[in-house]
Every structure is written in structure tokens, then in C-alpha cells.
């Protein structure tokens, strides 16, 4: 009786197995060799629109509110700072050890639509890389930056007139190369204009 309860001890387990590789296709059929046959050798990636140079524009159409306003946008530079500065910006300076504050001035100019009616949602998706990494956005401290606009003040904002509103975000201090992305909508493919480090 032993002999047969180890046995069976033994045998479920690797029933379990059998079936768990058989769902997840894990068998010997032929089935999967012509699925693999017919599966294309090599993914192509997709083109990426070549990076744009600092001042160079592009339009893009934004919601602001219930309506839909086509702004032209360049993104004009980008103000690198210092750690000392970092510190004045932070809340806790230990946890931003070793970064610098990085303001990017984007111009943006309202080529069509109806006059805004709320503080303006086309700045909310810049973003600035360094390296090739994503910063991390200082919240609140883009309005304080020499040239730049508070959105707050920007109610009305009609067809014709051009603003200039800026982000800020922490990037690594000695970063070699920069670049602002910027979308017309959330889930949209950036436009990425490329800055060399100062």
C-alpha cells in the first residue's frame, strides 16, 4: 500500500506538468511548426520623424476645453542650472542629490480655433530627456524662470498671439545631450527637438 501511494504522489504532479505544457502549447504537433513558418523573420520598426533644432516649429491640434485650437510650437532652448539651485527647488536636497534643474522655453502661437476660455492644456504634455531618459518634473517652478509665462495669466488667449511657457524637470548633472518632446494630446507621438549640454 506504501509503494502505491508514492507512486500516485509521484504521478499527479507530472499529469500537472503534462497538461500545464500541453495548454500553453508545449507539445510536439505540427500545428506550431506552420505557425512559425508563417511568422515574418525580422520586425521592422517604424520610421521615427527625424529630430527638430532648437527654434524649428511644428502645428498640432490641442483640446482646450470644448474646443479644438491648432497651435504652432517651437521649442526655443533649454536653461540648464546648478545643484545649488536644486536645493532651493526641493523639498528634501538629499533625495535630489547630484541632479540639476532643466527649464525648456517652448513659444507657442495660436494659429486657429476659438479664443481659449480656460488656462491653456498645450504645454501639459513637454517633456525633457537627458541622455535618453525621462526627467522628473518640478511642478510650480516653471513660472518662476526668467522669460517664462504663468499659464494662470493666459485666459483668452486668442488667434494671433504667441506665448511662451516653459517646464521644469531634474535631469543628471553633466547630462551630454537634451531634448524636449512635446504631443498635441496625451497618447500622441511626440515631436522631439534636440539640444547639445552646456
Known sequence: MLRKKTVLRFAAPVAVLALALTACGGGDDDKSDEKKADAPKSQTKPKEAPALAAGD?????????DATVTYDVAAQKIDVGTE???KKLV?????????????A?????????????????????????????????????SEDASGCEDKLDLEGWKKGESHVLCETY???????????HWAAKEDGDPVVWKFAAK
Open 170 to 180: 531634474l535631469i543628471p548633472a553633466g547630462s551630454k545631450s537634451l531634448e524636449v
Open 105 to 141: 522655453h517652448l513659444k507657442y502661437t495660436h494659429k486657429g480655433g476659438a479664443p481659449l476660455t480656460d488656462t491653456p492644456d498645450v504645454a501639459d504634455t513637454t517633456e525633457i530627456y537627458a541622455d535618453g531618459t525621462r526627467g522628473g518634473l518640478l511642478i510650480g517652478a
Open 57 to 65: 516649429s511644428t502645428t498640432g491640434k490641442v483640446k482646450e476645453g
Open 91 to 103: 523639498q528634501d536636497p538629499s533625495k535630489a542629490k547630484g541632479m540639476v534643474p532643466a527649464v
Open 84 to 86: 545649488a539651485e536644486t
